[in-house]
């Protein structure tokens, strides 16, 4: 058993064999020496991380990103509390077992790994990707209804105000309230409007949209307020199939999504029914390995 008095033992004998070290080290070296191996041992440190991570993190905060950022997460965040959480876990069933003298429990430790590579980003089947996958597809899904929901808003300012033109500016900037997934873009538009202009923020609009609808809502905002009456409507109802056929799509993939969702608590029993069969088996040959062995 792992007693307090054997861990602290552990962790003093540790420390003093490190101060030995670093002592033994500073007699044998001098200040110039020590410090040019420190930047270089730094610089190095740096440079590796960077390789090994940088492409890994700008993937992780792309998916993050498109998702929303769920529960503020970003990819330094979610790195960071995997490394504690996992670090944790194998300390306290593997390392601390071996102090101790024990045989770490292996089927525990495979089941820890196992979990961990199924939350790295970087596995393509992990559920990590799969979770984010669905996540974007259902913000993109949602992003799509509201897409639609502000062309139909549009065509009814347009059709109501008989007497004087739409000021696109104006529109967006009183109806951003009903919207929850477009908010964030309409917003940036918003902001670009009176400071690089409609032009240029209406490009950026389309860009990070990025679907028919999008495109086809950005052409219209352009010529908008140079247009009158008539000729607001004939180009908004031009793109009306676009809005109409995107729509359903959007409709269709969020009740795939639900439907999905709903799945989830008995894909997860499938899950543990044949993972348990896999654990038994494996259970099964050790103890017969150990059988012929004796």
């Known amino acids: ?6 861990i602290f033992y552990f962790f003093i004998v540790s420390i003093l064999a490190c101060i030995a070290g670093i002592l033994v080290y500073q007699g044998l070296s001098t200040t110039g020496e020590r410090q040019q191996l420190r930047l270089r ?6 440079e ?8 890994t993190k700008s993937i992780t905060d792309q998916q993050l990103k498109l998702a929303g950022n769920p529960l503020g997460l970003n990819a330094s965040r979610y790195f960071l509390m995997l490394t504690i959480l996992y670090s944790v876990l194998f300390i306290y069933y593997g390392l601390i077992p071996l102090i101790s003298g024990q045989a770490p ?7 820890i790994g196992i979990s961990l590579a199924s939350l790295l980003p970087t596995m393509p089947f992990s559920l990590f990707n799969l979770f984010i996958k669905r996540v974007i597809e259902y913000k993109q899904s949602k992003l799509g209804i509201e897409l639609f929901t502000l062309y139909d ?7 109501s105000n008989k007497t004087h033109q739409v000021n696109t500016y104006n529109f967006i900037k009183s109806h951003i309230k009903y919207f929850d997934y477009l908010r964030p ?8 409007w009176t400071s690089i202009g409609p032009e240029e923020a209406l490009k950026e609009f389309q860009q990070s949209i990025n679907t028919p609808a999008g495109k086809s809502l950005s052409t219209v905002l352009r010529t908008l307020d140079d247009s009158d009456r008539t000729q607001a409507l004939e ?3 031009s793109h009306k199939e676009t809005f109409v056929t995107e729509h359903k799509e ?15 608590p008995i894909i997860a029993t499938h899950y543990a029914i044949s993972l348990n069969f896999v654990i038994v088996i494996f259970i099964m040959v050790l103890d017969i390995l150990t059988s012929s062995r004796i």
Not at 250 to 264: A, G, H, P
């Open 250 to 264: 959007n409709f269709r993939r969020q009740k795939r999504i639900s439907r999905e969702v709903l799945n989830v």
């Open 41 to 46: 041992f730094l610089y190095q440190l740096q």
């Open 1 to 6: 058993m792992v007693t307090f008095l054997s």
């Open 48 to 55: 590796h991380k960077n390789k090994l991570l940088s492409p």
């Open 153 to 159: 808003m549009l065509i009814n300012e347009v059709e």
């Open 185 to 192: 873009n309409l917003t940036i538009l918003l902001s670009n």
């Open 105 to 111: 429990n292996a089927i525990l430790l495979s089941s």
């Open 235 to 237: 180009a908004l109802k």
